[in-house]
Each structure stands twice: as structure tokens, then as C-alpha cells.
């Protein structure tokens, strides 16, 4: 199950912005959200939260998807 938290999203246009490897956890710590709870949110593994952070992975589309569900207000 998803939910909205306010992180300054307020359309898809912000998703890039918000997906970037510098503001990943920028907009996880502004939701209240650790490392492990959007994992677990978003289906993958701590490591894989962990490398787009550090700008070592790039998520799939299916992944940025998820990430906009979660930090999206609706």
C-alpha cells in the first residue's frame, strides 16, 4: 500500500528533479521515511535505496513510478 506525504511535490513535472541521485534522500528524509521503509514500500532492497542515493544506480521507469506514488501529494 502507498501513501502521500508532503516533500514539495505537487506534479509529475517535479518527479526528475526528485529522483536525481542528490535529492532521493533529500525528499525520503523530508517524508519522515528511512532507507528500509520505502524500500519495503517501493519493493526493493535497502542496497538498491542505498546506490540511487548514492548515484551508483539509476532507477527503472517501474521504480520512478513507485517513488512518485510515495512522495506525490494527491
Known amino acids: 500500500a502507498y501513501f ?13 528533479m526528485a529522483l536525481s541521485r542528490n535529492n532521493l534522500k533529500e525528499y525520503r528524509e523530508k517524508a519522515g521515511l528511512s532507507q528500509e521503509k520505502i524500500a519495503k514500500i517501493t ?10 542515493e548514492k548515484g551508483r544506480y539509476v532507477p527503472s521507469l517501474e521504480l520512478a513510478l513507485k517513488f512518485a506514488k510515495v512522495f506525490l501529494i494527491q
Not at 532492497?45 to 540511487?52: A, F, H, K, P, Y
Request: aromatic content about 0%; hydrophobic content about 30%; some cysteine.
Open 43 to 52: 519493493n526493493v532492497t535497502r542496497q538498491t535505496i542505498i546506490s540511487i
Open 4 to 16: 502521500t506525504c508532503k516533500a514539495n511535490l505537487t506534479s509529475t513535472r517535479d518527479l526528475p
